[in-house]
T-cell receptor
Framework: SQKIEQNSEALNIQEGKTATLTCNYT??????LQWYRQDPGRGPVFLLL?????KEKRKERLKVTFDTTLKQSLFHITASQPADSATYLC???????????FGAGTRLAVHP | SQTIHQWPATLVQPVGSPLSLECTVE??????LYWYRQAAGRGLQLLFY??????ISSEVPQNLSASRPQDRQFILSSKKLLLSDSGFYLC????????????FGSGTRLTVV
């Protein structure tokens, strides 16, 4: 069955460092992969989308890579700040109608 | 600009009672609409999606149903709630293409007691 895996353990880093989060998937051949940020008690917020023919995508301090051979996406936040603390979700389009399947998310805590 | 409204924000309901959660979208036409549920510490589970008025697709068998009586209105219902229906319910919309992200509502925290 299709599966998306994100590290369930929280990632704790020091302010100013680069945070790297991993998303692995199996039994998918997604054309697109998306990343979202979710704060406690709030709905997820869309951050970035990357296509299968794009190896890397950047937006301000965010960078996403997409390796369809490894079936893996990496999400980087450079010069991290305490305000970046949140849960980050990886999502893949599954089937038609832009249906998204989400990973369970990785919680990031950036410490001053 | 497009906005999505979801209410109520929190709800405590007894087992066996009915449920109605509403979601409306403004500033866009013909959106794809989605209902997700998020259990505590878990990922988002797709419950229903709709690509048009009156068209509902269910992803998992369950105690819930959905309806889309208007283009920008999506309703999640249950006739009799179960304890297992507790969770964080999220409505989302997207344009009708596969290369756009979702916009989520603020969610409804449902506790069935």
């Amino acid at each position: 069955s299709q599966k998306i895996e994100q590290n369930s353990e929280a990632l704790n880093i020091q302010e100013g460092k680069t945070a790297t989060l991993t998303c692995n998937y199996t039994n998918y051949s997604p054309a697109y992969l998306q990343w979202y940020r979710q704060d406690p008690g709030r709905g997820p917020v869309f951050l970035l989308l990357i296509r299968e023919n794009e190896k890397e995508k950047r937006k301000e301090r965010l960078k996403v890579t997409f390796d369809t051979t490894l079936k893996q996406s990496l999400f980087h936040i450079t010069a991290s700040q305490p305000a970046d603390s949140a849960t980050y979700l990886c999502a893949l389009v599954s089937g038609g109608y832009n249906k998204l399947i989400f990973g369970a998310g990785t919680r990031l805590a950036v410490h001053p | 600009s497009q906005t999505i409204h979801q209410w109520p924000a929190t709800l405590v309901q007894p087992v066996g009672s009915p449920l109605s959660l509403e979601c409306t979208v403004e500033g866009t036409s013909n959106p794809n609409l989605y209902w997700y549920r998020q259990a505590a510490g878990r990922g988002l589970q797709l419950l229903f999606y709709s690509v048009g008025i009156g068209q509902i697709s269910s992803e998992v068998p369950q105690n819930l149903s959905a309806s889309r009586p208007q283009d920008r209105q999506f309703i999640l219902s249950s006739k009799k709630l179960l304890l297992s229906d507790s969770g964080f319910y999220l409505c989302a919309w997207s344009v009708r293409r596969v290369n756009y992200g979702y916009t989520f509502g603020s969610g409804t925290r449902l506790t069935v007691v």
